[in-house]
């Protein structure tokens, strides 16, 4: 199979490539530098089939997975309408190059319009700069609610 597809973590193939994938991407600089724990291993997929609002997308190269993006729904109050985050998007170093991140973006953008969705979010590091350009290429900008007050930061405390 070669193609962009919606994941179904019901299939084995797809369940799989997931993990694969996304652990691929952990190990990674920009996604840490670190293999995904075998908690997160063992029980990722178990945990992301009872999110009704998780969305992945898969990309497969003659069967191989190549790229995913693992998204999430969200509300937005101010436009009283579902937001579509991209938590993780991730081309396999294997396959980078051929255009594949716009490949996903565009799915994650269709199932985006199929839901209503007002908008679509990510987050991506300042020194990903081959990432920040794919998203800009797609239309992607800098979030802000008034150019006086500036772009939106994103900040974590971890638990």
Not at 45 to 70: M, N, Q, S, W, Y
Not at 135 to 157: D, S, V
């Amino acid at each position: 199979m070669t193609g962009v597809v919606r994941a179904d973590l019901c299939d084995a193939s797809h369940a799989s490539a997931v993990i694969h994938l996304l652990n691929e991407y952990a190990i990674d600089i920009m996604g840490g530098g670190e293999k995904l724990s075998e908690f997160s291993r063992e029980h990722l997929v178990t945990e992301l089939k009872k999110r009704a609002d998780c969305r992945i997308v898969l990309a497969f190269i003659d069967d191989v997975p190549a790229g995913l993006a693992i998204c999430f729904e969200g509300f937005s109050t101010f436009q009283c309408a579902p937001i579509m985050n991209i938590h993780d998007l991730a081309v396999a170093p294997d396959f980078r190059g051929r255009g594949l991140s716009k490949q996903l973006l565009a799915k994650v953008e269709e199932i985006a319009i199929e839901t209503n969705c007002c908008k679509i979010t990510l987050e991506v590091l300042e020194g990903n700069t081959i990432a920040r350009s794919a998203y800009h290429q797609f239309g992607f900008t800098g979030y802000e609610l008034n150019p006086g007050m500036g772009k939106a930061l994103f900040y974590e405390k971890k638990l």
